[in-house]
């Protein structure tokens, strides 16, 4: 039985919109979280409206019921128009070296614009000091929404188990290339992201607040290879490689320069083990336990198989 639909809070949320109509305003719509929560939004019938960059999204997305509209990240009036009549924001954009201003233009159009509640995904290990390019901007952003006059929440969380499935390729060879060495990390799923994120958009008393997600246990890469051997039915061996072929197999993925030396950078921080410990937001936040690592590589298990 699907996850969601089992653990369905239609009741509550059609009483929380009964005397007014709020429209949520979804960034990122199209990533593994925003997707998600997209389709959890559309599933309880919580009106929302999703940024697209193309036209055949908008009718993937119409067709769930949801309204869409296309925007660009870059272009002000564009991000205003489709926030038209939003009180809430979901705000996630892809990591470039340009996220810092791009999310601090996206924060102000929304403020501009009469929004009045933002929650933003940021990352578990931000902070203005830190070595991690992608952190160090997260922390910047982080501070920059909560200096303007609206409502926030922040969502802190770890790695995403989905990660893995950009793997796929030498994970179906049985191989799992890392630079973790023996470090750990409390790997999340991002289904369980989107749910917060749902929990803290529709819910009152969540301004001013900051959620650090984990999964429910803290992980080597040599416990993730473990996991995906028994749901794969193949055996998956954990190869600790140096930087440069990491380097070369992230660049396989098309990614960009800064991207992949920003993940160079968070693998090292990992490797030395200093990463976040368990916490229980995620089951506080939604009365559900986060998702294993296993259940989720048997849920992805095709998409695994398929390369």
Not at 2 to 21: A, M, W
Not at 73 to 83: A, K, Q, T, Y
Not at 191 to 203: F, G, H, P, S
Request: proline share 3%.
């Amino acid at each position: 039985m699907d996850f969601y639909r089992e653990n369905s809070v239609t009741g509550y949320i059609n009483k929380l919109f009964k005397n007014k109509l709020i429209m949520i305003f979804i960034t990122g719509a199209t990533g593994s979280i925003g997707r998600e929560l997209c389709r959890i939004l559309a599933f309880d019938n919580v009106p929302a409206r999703a940024m697209c960059r193309r036209e055949e999204q908008l009718d993937q997305f119409k067709k769930t019921g949801l309204d869409a509209v296309i925007a660009d990240f870059d272009n002000p009036e564009s991000l205003r128009h489709g926030m038209q009549d939003c009180d809430s924001l979901f705000l996630l954009t892809p990591p470039t070296p340009e996220h810092t201003q791009r999310e601090s233009l996206i924060i102000d159009v929304a403020v501009t614009s009469g929004v009045k509640h933002i929650v933003r995904i940021s990352t578990a290990d931000a902070n203005l000091s830190s070595r991690l390019s992608y952190a160090g901007t997260h922390a910047e952003v982080d501070h920059y929404l909560r200096s303007k006059p609206v409502h926030w929440t922040i969502l802190r969380p770890t790695g995403f188990m989905q990660n893995f499935i950009e793997s796929g390729h030498a994970i179906a060879k049985g191989i799992l290339p890392h630079l973790m060495g023996k470090g750990q990390l409390s790997y999340i799923d991002s289904r369980d992201i989107a749910l917060v994120a749902k929990q803290t958009l529709t819910e009152n008393g969540h301004a001013g607040a900051i959620y650090y997600l984990t999964g429910p246990a803290s992980l080597t890469v040599k416990d993730v290879a473990s996991q995906l051997t028994v749901a794969l039915g193949h055996e998956v061996r954990d190869i600790d490689v140096t930087e440069t072929d990491m380097r070369k197999t992230l660049k396989s993925f098309r990614l960009s320069d800064w991207h992949i030396g920003a993940l160079i950078e968070q693998f090292a921080i990992g490797a030395n083990g200093y990463e976040i410990d368990v916490t229980e937001e995620v089951k506080r936040l939604t009365g559900h336990a986060p998702r294993t690592f296993a259940q989720f590589a048997q849920d992805f298990k095709d998409q695994f198989l398929a390369h």
